[in-house]
């Protein structure tokens, strides 16, 4: 198999896992199609006012995203830390790009040394997360090197989030709750 074709697997693969506990999962062809992507999910939601964490990536999708004026975009690299955090919890939808996806399992791999970015993935009702298709890996194990790398980086320390799904809990009488703990929705972009 190709490069090519096993990039396409892993993909896929990632793509069935994701929607198997009702996530979305779609692929992009760039950044201004996960704009249009978000666009569509605000629209429909009346949402006005969207938070994106601060990384190379997601700095491009806000300024693509904040083109049309359309919503009241929120970033850590344009917003002050006070009025990012008031933003934080009005916020209907966060934007982040994520360090690996792993096809096995859908899990999502986000690491920080900011508190702030970390959050744009748990308080908002729908976390919509941007992985280039480069950075999915097979498996948990193939995704160890890196997570073990990362946690080296910093002297401060780094907080390592791993997404499967949306928060649900059935804790109280067996019943399915979601958004009990983070985002009642997750989506899945992947570029490329």
Known sequence: MSTLEERESLVSRLGVQVTSVNGYFKRVADLRSACEYVTKIALSRNARRIVVSEDPLSSEFLSEITRDGLFDVKSRETSSREDFFKSLKDAEIGVSS???????????????????????????????????????????????????????????????????????????????????????????????
């Open 98 to 192: 994520v360090d690996l996806a792993v096809a096995e399992t859908g899990t999502l791999i986000a690491s920080t040394s900011d508190e702030s970015n970390r959050l744009v993935t748990a308080l908002p009702e729908v976390h919509v997360a941007i992985v280039p298709s480069s950075k999915v890996v097979a498996s948990l194990k193939e995704a160890e090197p890196y997570l073990s790398e990362e946690t080296k980086k910093t002297t401060g320390g780094v907080t390592m989030s791993l997404i499967s799904s949306s928060s649900r809990t059935s804790d109280i009488g067996k019943i399915v709750i979601l958004g009990v703990h983070g985002p009642k929705e997750l989506h899945v972009l992947v570029l490329g």
